[in-house]
């Protein structure tokens, strides 16, 4: 009888104790935090990671012109970046080597063994090395989001992301990425982490290659603060 009272008690107390346990539980994985404020966390932990990895890529580009389409590589503070980008030129996408340092880009141009210096707007992209500066990278992306609203709560290679949509001002955009119309607004669409607060996903959509029809970026971000050397190479 003795037992049976202990076990009745203990049950009770589980009871009781329940609500305030789960409400504790859910405090350090952002989810009770509204949608600019998730935004927020995402820009700090963005400007305070020495380095990350991304992947860029596109749908609804041109097959003539000059423009950027898409890339790979490793971005680090203060200004650096090594990696592939993929523009199209004379109606065929080419994969161009690309390192940058301190704002002089360096690029190995089709055909040739060595690396130039070369200006980026040439080739429809700017300086990629800038994409951590906290006033004209990524991160900007997420200061200037306007209009935000939560969405769902996915797992994602294992990691629990929220989504956040929201609008960008084109010419905010246009700073950073590109724009044929930057008086329209970019449809955006984050993914954020919601333990760490990393920037995982931003899916952009608007003017990008037209000024009358939309096309869609999607830029992947990973590898926060992994070590990462940069040099600038020997050119010819």
Do not use: N, W
Not at 30 to 53: F, I, V, W
Not at 151 to 174: C, M, Y
């Amino acid at each position: 009888m003795a037992l049976r009272r202990a076990v009745l008690a203990l049950l009770a107390l589980l009871l009781l104790t329940a609500p305030a346990l789960s409400a504790c539980g859910g405090g350090g994985d952002g989810s009770a935090q509204t949608a600019p404020q998730l935004l927020a966390r995402a820009k700090t932990t963005l400007d305070k990671t020495s380095s990350a990895h991304f992947v860029l890529t596109s749908s609804g580009a041109p097959t003539a012109g000059t423009a950027l389409v898409g890339g790979e590589g490793d971005i680090a503070r203060p200004s650096s970046f090594q990696g592939t980008l993929k523009v199209l030129a004379a109606g065929a996408t080419v994969d161009l080597k690309v390192i940058s340092i301190g704002g002089t880009v360096h690029a190995q141009l089709p055909f040739t063994a060595a690396y130039s210096v070369v200006d980026p707007k040439a080739f429809g992209f700017g300086d990629p090395g800038a994409l951590l500066d906290p006033d004209t990278g990524i991160s900007q992306l997420l200061k200037g989001a306007t209009s935000a609203k939560l969405g769902s709560e996915k797992r994602v290679d294992g990691e629990v992301v929220r989504e956040v949509s929201a609008d960008l001002p084109g010419a905010l955009v246009q700073k950073v990425l590109t724009s044929k119309d930057p008086s329209k607004p970019v449809k955006a669409q984050f993914s954020i982490a919601s333990d760490s607060g990393q920037l995982r996903r931003a899916v952009l959509t608007g003017p990008f290659f037209s000024a009358t029809e939309d096309a869609t970026f999607t830029l992947d971000l990973s590898k926060f603060g992994a070590h990462v050397s940069i040099t600038a190479p020997p050119t010819g």
